[in-house]
């Protein structure tokens, strides 16, 4: 069984900064993709960024240019490094690992409870 545990989240300026952390359990986590995912109130939960296996990074346009996702696959740890924040990026941020089909980047396990992102203007 999949378990993520996601932390890091905080109240922050807008043009701050936040480094999300997730650690993953129940899967080989070295040979999977993972992502991070956000929800803010009202809409869908979308992908933000990808990292797959290979170390080959994929990004919403959202993000481009200003979140990195990076991988320790001796800690089972995901990251994502957010830098210029705008309230727009304000959300609860999950991560999953992810496996592409016909609807891009699907969650392959059950969420985990989340880290909240507030960006305040």
């Known amino acids: 069984q999949v378990q993520l545990v996601e932390s890091g989240g905080g109240l922050v300026q807008a043009g701050g900064s936040l480094r999300l952390s997730c650690v993953a359990s129940g899967i080989t986590f070295s040979i999977n993709a993972m992502a991070w995912y956000r929800q803010a109130p009202g809409k869908q939960r979308e992908v933000v960024a990808v990292i797959r296996s290979s170390g080959i990074t994929n990004y919403a346009n959202s993000a481009k240019g200003r979140f990195t996702i990076s991988r320790d696959n001796a800690k089972n740890t995901v990251y994502l490094q957010m830098n210029s924040l705008k309230p727009e990026d304000t959300a609860v941020y999950y991560c999953?690992?992810?496996?592409?089909?016909?609807?891009?980047?699907?969650?392959?396990?059950?969420w985990g409870q989340g880290t909240q992102v507030t960006v305040s203007s």
């Open positions: 999953n690992a992810a496996i592409m089909n016909g609807s891009g980047w699907s969650p392959l396990g059950s």
